[in-house]
């Protein structure tokens, strides 16, 4: 499962497809981690 939330990191990529500091993260056991930098978020 992914869902869009907002992150500091940086990446072009996703700022085009998904707007600006918001990006996609995956599902993990305590909550969402992003797929740029792998930081987690509750």
């Given at each position: 499962m992914t869902k869009r939330?907002?992150?500091s990191?940086?990446?072009e990529y996703q700022d085009e497809?998904?707007?600006k500091?918001?990006?996609v993260h995956n599902?993990?056991?305590n909550?969402?981690?992003c797929t740029v930098c792998?930081?987690?978020r509750k």
């Amino acid at each position: 499962m992914t869902k869009r939330i907002a992150c500091s990191c940086k990446n072009e990529y996703q700022d085009e497809k998904c707007g600006k500091g918001i990006r996609v993260h995956n599902s993990c056991n305590n909550g969402w981690r992003c797929t740029v930098c792998e930081t987690e978020r509750k």
